[in-house]
């Protein structure tokens, strides 16, 4: 009977269990909102978590930002004559855009500005002024492009009788004016243009020598130093006469120091023509050389003067 009454004592009644189970219930839900709310502070600012390393996570997040700028396209200049497929895709060209330069190429054509490029490859505006700020054209090209009113394209050849020319530029007398050659001028007869003084006139003799001789009045352009307005006026009075003969030297069995020899050649550009041409066996078109790392392929019509196939 004991038993009995003990038993009846820890009995509750229907109501009682509700109050209970109410609030128990209301327990588990203020567990559940620490919980949650809790963990979300945290994810908002992760510094505050108790045992977050401050340096590690400054180093996650250096990672993080060399991951993003690694991912970003860095357009270095370059020559829109020698996009290959990879390139043109990655600045932004269609399939159709690229095939028109190419088949354009194809004819030993070239294009020397924006606007030409935008005539044969049909890109949209937008994509031209996006891309062509970093168009880099042989300086050569570009001769008469700031100003063609009264002045010359000294990249052509000389006139048919090869030493004289009518001068017509704004400020300078007319009537025949006499050329001499470019490949016998002396320092003191560079030094009577405006603008070449003691050290640029040496400079191009020097560089003369190393070439053994100018074959075009184009790579007057390539004197360091020497401004393309110099050049017009040196051209002016000086071109290439008699060029110097050449005996070519071929891509295909020449060694990386017989291809170092070429003033437009590094040794270092030479021996990846060696190792390029090993890999493909035979390099069958100038334009292949374009696709070698750090050529000058905006030089490539120079050295094609010295290099066969």
Do not use: C
Request: glycine letters at 8%; aromatic letters at 10%; charged letters at 25%.
């Amino acid at each position: 009977m004991g038993r009995k009454d003990k038993k009846s004592q820890i009995r509750f009644s229907r109501q009682e269990r509700s109050g209970i189970f109410f609030l128990l219930s209301i327990i588990v839900l203020l567990q559940i909102g620490y919980f949650v709310f809790g963990k979300v502070g945290l994810a908002d600012d992760p510094t505050d978590a108790p045992g977050v390393d401050l340096d590690l996570q400054a180093k996650i997040d250096s990672l993080k930002n060399g991951a993003i700028q690694k991912d970003s396209i860095k357009i270095y200049p370059f020559n829109p004559n020698f996009i290959t497929d990879y390139k043109g895709y990655a600045l932004g060209m269609s399939v159709q855009e690229i095939d028109r330069l190419f088949a354009f190429r194809k004819h030993n054509k070239f294009v020397n500005s924006p606007e030409e490029f935008q005539r044969v490859t049909e890109v949209s505006d937008s994509l031209l002024d996006a891309i062509s700020p970093y168009f880099k054209f042989p300086e050569w090209t570009q001769v008469g492009k700031r100003s063609t009113v009264g002045r010359k394209q000294y990249a052509t050849p000389p006139n048919s009788n090869g030493n004289t020319y009518n001068s017509s530029s704004p400020g300078r007398l007319g009537g025949d004016i006499t050329i001499k050659d470019l490949n016998t001028a002396t320092v003191e007869e560079l030094k009577s243009i405006s603008g070449i003084g003691d050290k640029l006139s040496a400079r191009i003799v020097k560089f003369r020598d190393l070439l053994g001789g100018f074959v075009v009045d184009a790579q007057l352009f390539d004197v360091y130093g020497l401004s393309p307005e110099v050049v017009e006026r040196t051209l002016e009075r000086y071109r290439v006469l008699t060029p110097p003969k050449i005996n070519k030297t071929n891509m295909n069995t020449a060694s990386a120091s017989e291809l170092a020899k070429l003033v437009y050649i590094s040794y270092k550009v030479g021996q990846r023509i060696v190792d390029y041409r090993t890999k493909v066996g035979t390099i069958k078109s100038y334009s292949e050389l374009t696709q070698i790392e750090d050529f000058p392929s905006d030089k490539i019509d120079r050295i094609k003067l010295y290099l066969a196939l």
